[in-house]
C-alpha cells in the first residue's frame, strides 16, 4: 500500500484475519496496533468519494483478547478516521448448531466513508419487484411509477447464503465470500473505470467481480495461493462466457504493463502537472 499513490482507490474491500485462530495467518498479538497501521494507510490512498468495507463477525472473540472486530470499530469511531454509514448484516440459513446459545447466522459488514460526499449508487443494486407486487403498487397513486420499475432499496440485513463445502463457487480458501455479496459491494460503492483494493485478498474474489463490473483491481495477500486461486476463479469464469469472447491471461501480460496500472498513471499525471504549476 505504501507504494499506492495519494487518494487512488475508490473502494477498499477489507476482509482482516479475525485474530481467533483458524488459520496460520489468524493471529495478530498486537491486532489494533497492527490494524492502526494499514487503516491509516486506507484513509491516505482512499479518495475523498470513496468507502471501506471492512468484514468481521461481532459474536466471534479474540481468544487473547488482542482484539477483534469490536476493537477497530471503536478505534474508528474515537479516531474519527471514517464516518459509519451502515452496519449490514449478513445473514445466512447454513451454519453450525448451538446448544448453549442461539445458533450464529450472521456476520457484519461495516461501510465507512472518507468524507460525507462519499460515492453511492443504489439503483446499481435495488431489487425488482415481482410482476404480482407491481400491479398492486401502480393500483396505489401514492407510489410513483419509476420508483416502482426501479424496485427496493435491498436494506442492510442482506439474506445471501454462506459457501458451503461443496458450492460450485469455492476455490479452497477456508473464508472465501460469495461473488453475491461482494458483486453488490462493487456494484453500489464504486463506479466503472474506478479502482477497487483488496489486500487481504484471499481468493481474489474481489478482482474477479470488479474486472466484471468493468473496475480496475489491485489485490495483494501475504500468501502466495493467492495467485492459485485466482486462476480458478477465472478458469470457471471463462468457461461460463460466450465462445469467442477474447481474453489476456495475465501470466502473459507483461511487467510494464502492470506498471501502466491507473493508479500509477494518475501518480505520473500529478507529477508533471506538479512541475509545471
Ligand atoms: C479472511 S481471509 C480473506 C478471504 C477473502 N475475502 C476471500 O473471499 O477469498 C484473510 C486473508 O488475509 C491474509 N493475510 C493475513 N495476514 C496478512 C498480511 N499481514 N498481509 C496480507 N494478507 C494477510 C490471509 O492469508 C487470508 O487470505
Request: charged fraction near 25%.
Amino acid at each position: 500500500m505504501a507504494r499506492l499513490p495519494d487518494d487512488c482507490v475508490q473502494l477498499v474491500i477489507c476482509d482482516p484475519p479475525y485474530n481467533i485462530s483458524i488459520a496460520d495467518w489468524d493471529s495478530y498479538p498486537g491486532y489494533l496496533e497492527w490494524s492502526k497501521a494499514w487503516l491509516n494507510e486506507v484513509r491516505r490512498v482512499l479518495h475523498s468519494s470513496g468507502n471501506l468495507v471492512i468484514f468481521g463477525g461481532l459474536q466471534y472473540q479474540s481468544e487473547a483478547g488482542t482484539g477483534d472486530l469490536l476493537t477497530i470499530l471503536a478505534h474508528i469511531r474515537e479516531s474519527r478516521l471514517f464516518n459509519l454509514v451502515n452496519l449490514i448484516i449478513w445473514n445466512y440459513q447454513n451454519g453450525m448448531s448451538a446448544h448453549r446459545f442461539f445458533a450464529n447466522r450472521h456476520e457484519e459488514i461495516a461501510w465507512f466513508a472518507k468524507s460525507k460526499s462519499y460515492y453511492f449508487d443504489l439503483d446499481a443494486v435495488r431489487e425488482p419487484f415481482d410482476e404480482k407486487t407491481k400491479t398492486a403498487y401502480r393500483k396505489d397513486k401514492r407510489l410513483r411509477p419509476e420508483s416502482i420499475e426501479k424496485g427496493r432499496n435491498p436494506t442492510n440485513v442482506w439474506r445471501i447464503p454462506r459457501l458451503n463445502g461443496n458450492s460450485k463457487e469455492r476455490v479452497g480458501h477456508l473464508t472465501q465470500k460469495p461473488i453475491a455479496v461482494i458483486d453488490r459491494l462493487i456494484s453500489s460503492l464504486s463506479y466503472p473505470g474506478s479502482t477497487v483494493l483488496d489486500f487481504f485478498a484471499g481468493t481474489a474474489v474481489t478482482t474477479r467481480v470488479a474486472i466484471e463490473r468493468g473496475r480496475h483491481s489491485i489485490s495483494t495477500d501475504v500468501e502466495p495461493s493467492l495467485t492459485d486461486y485466482f486462476e480458478s476463479h477465472m478458469q470457471r469464469w471463462i468457461r461460463s462466457l460466450p465462445e469467442g469472447t477474447p481474453y489476456i491471461p495475465y501470466e502473459m501480460v507483461e511487467a510494464d504493463q502492470f506498471a501502466r496500472h491507473p493508479v500509477f498513471l494518475q501518480r505520473e499525471l500529478r507529477r508533471s502537472l506538479h512541475t509545471v504549476g
